[in-house]
Nanobody, 122 residues
Framework: VQLQASGGGLVQAGGSLRLSCAASGLTFSRYAMGWFRQAPGKEREFVADISWSGGRTYYADSMKGRFTISRDNARNTVYLQMNSLKPEDTAVYYC????????????????WGQGTLVTVSS
């Protein structure tokens, strides 16, 4: 199984980025998908998740209204649209796959991508 995250980069505060995570080696449409992030010196934290069908999404409070998670099961890809970025959003962003219903807890996920770095300058 491979989860390949991409789309990170350097952006100014207030700007936008769209992260992608391409999955292979699993039946993508049977997995809930999540995004997590880890800032320097901090623990990994939940960002958002989406059910296998895309019919249910859930966000961490600090991301609500700014971030949107979506998926394209035909392309085996999950996305994270990030708007109104703040310096405190600077982190490595990871995608993960959960064969169950998705979760706030990273321990519930079965597979992880390698991460993509997002840097937001002030």
């Amino acid at each position: 199984v491979q989860l390949q995250a991409s789309g990170g980069g350097l952006v100014q505060a207030g700007g936008s980025l769209r992260l992608s995570c391409a999955a292979s080696g699993l039946t993508f449409s049977r997995y809930a998908m999540g995004w997590f992030r880890q800032a320097p010196g901090k623990e990994r934290e939940f960002v958002a998740d989406i059910s296998w069908s895309g019919g249910r999404t859930y966000y961490a409070d600090s991301m609500k209204g700014r971030f949107t998670i979506s998926r394209d099961n035909a392309r085996n890809t999950v996305y994270l649209q990030m708007n109104s970025l703040k310096p405190e959003d600077t982190a490595v962003y990871y995608c993960a796959a959960d064969r169950n219903s998705g979760s706030y807890y990273s321990s519930e996920y079965d597979y992880w991508g390698q991460g993509t770095l997002v840097t937001v300058s002030s």
